[in-house]
């Protein structure tokens, strides 16, 4: 059964939040929709934003990766869904992803429990395990949580997004939902590394390998986000250091210039090639370069992290296209090229690079492509890709030093 009320609202309710800091934030039903009701400006035209809430999300405010079996919804789509409604000054939207996260993913309080990784369509064992039995004339039939563990990446981003709806839509409760997640992340998803410093893990399971040894993931810390959330709670200067952590992450652990999925550290020794996945670079890693390329011009790490990257660059050029995979100890790419979302994902780094015609050829493939699928649809990931690389090139959104999200709606529209 659907809650009317999210997990924040009956902490507030409740009185759980005296301290005086966050005394000021409870705000009301009526209040909430009169901030809604008088949205500061309106939203710019953005086609493939549109698209993705048709084909991608339901109705109540789900992101469905549509081609997987369970007809999956993952954390991260959640998140990233956030962050496009907000840039693109969608409120219905990122209130009904919100809900649906909260009441779907976080038992119903995003202020106690950090999102579940994963829910979808459950097996006959998954759907007896989790107390939701299917229906004996449909086996599989039931819905819910598939994998509890958090994601980190989603958390950040998710966090990321309610602090700067807080501030862009003026709305005190997003800023306090979005103060309590990240101290949430900083609890229960870091860990002080010896020699490294306070630093991200991709969840709060499973990623101490020994007990001097982690699995990290380089595509989980964009530099904007850390940089905001370190901004956004000074009293807590573990996110500073963490930017400089997440900075180290990308920059150490590419010897030939292409990131990594995943990453081992081990007490004096730092980072090492990731057995499971024998340092391969592929759908984990593809986001980095994104990351990297949509980094402001005063970003100080911005032309370490472009410089680092340039013989990705180069591969693109060698070739009209970014590799699926790569062994990145290496530099031998697999046989496949990448999808359009790949494309989309590189588009902003060559620009960044200053390789305007290089970028333009990676659009212009991200979108035949995308012709090219059934319908005229790409799948989840490439659309994710997509709205974030090309969103940026068509200047929906920029980066200020500090991480703060400039929406176009706020700074101007683009000209069509």
Not at 117 to 143: C, F, V
Not at 269 to 285: K, M
Request: glycine share 10%; with cysteine; net charge neutral.
């Amino acid at each position: 059964m659907r809650r009317t009320l999210t997990g924040l609202g009956r902490w507030l309710a409740a009185g759980a939040l005296a301290c005086a800091a966050l005394a000021p934030i409870a705000a009301t039903a009526a209040t909430a929709a009169a901030a809604a009701a008088a949205a500061p400006a309106p939203a710019c035209k953005w086609a493939d934003w549109d698209a993705f809430r048709q084909q991608l999300m339901s109705a109540d405010g789900r992101v469905i990766d549509r081609s997987s079996e369970q007809q999956a919804t993952v954390s991260e789509g959640q998140a990233y869904g956030l962050f496009f409604a907000l840039v693109a000054n969608d409120r219905a939207s990122f209130d009904k992803l919100l809900a649906w996260t909260e009441n779907n993913l976080a038992q119903g309080d995003l202020v106690s429990h950090l999102p579940a990784w994963i829910w979808g369509r459950l097996t006959p064992e998954q759907a007896a395990s989790a107390g939701h039995p299917a229906n004996p004339g449909n086996p599989g039939s039931g819905w819910g949580v598939i994998d509890s563990n958090p994601a980190s990446d989603a958390d950040l981003w998710i966090a990321y997004a309610l602090l700067e709806a807080g501030r862009l839509w003026q709305e005190r409760r997003f800023t306090a939902l979005g103060t309590l997640l990240a101290r949430r992340i900083l609890r229960e998803e870091t860990a002080l590394l010896p020699g490294l410093g306070r630093t991200v893990l991709p969840g709060p399971q499973g990623f101490r390998l020994g007990d001097k040894r982690w699995r990290l993931n380089p595509s989980y810390v964009p530099l904007q986000v850390m940089r905001r959330l370190a901004a956004a709670l000074p009293e807590e200067p573990a996110w500073q250091q963490m930017v400089g952590t997440s900075a180290r992450l990308m920059l150490d652990t590419a010897p030939r210039g292409f990131s990594p999925d995943w990453v081992e550290y081990e007490v004096g020794r730092g980072f090492l090639p990731d057995a499971a996945t024998h340092a391969e670079s592929a759908y984990n890693a593809i986001r980095v370069y994104l990351w990297v390329g949509t980094l402001p011009a005063d970003e100080p790490q911005r032309a370490a992290l472009l410089r680092t990257f340039t013989p990705l660059a180069d591969y693109v050029a060698a070739r009209g296209y970014p590799p699926e995979r790569i062994d990145t100890q290496t530099g031998q790419p697999g046989p496949n090229a990448g999808n359009g979302g790949f494309s989309a994902a590189v588009a902003p780094y060559l620009a960044a690079l200053g390789r305007a015609d290089q970028a333009a050829a990676q659009v212009r493939r991200t979108r035949e492509l995308a012709q090219r699928e059934p319908g005229g649809q790409a799948g989840y990931y490439t659309h994710v890709l997509t709205l974030f690389g090309l969103g940026y090139l068509d200047g929906q959104y920029r980066f200020a030093r500090d991480g703060a999200l400039l929406p176009a709606w706020k700074t101007g529209c683009p000209a069509r």
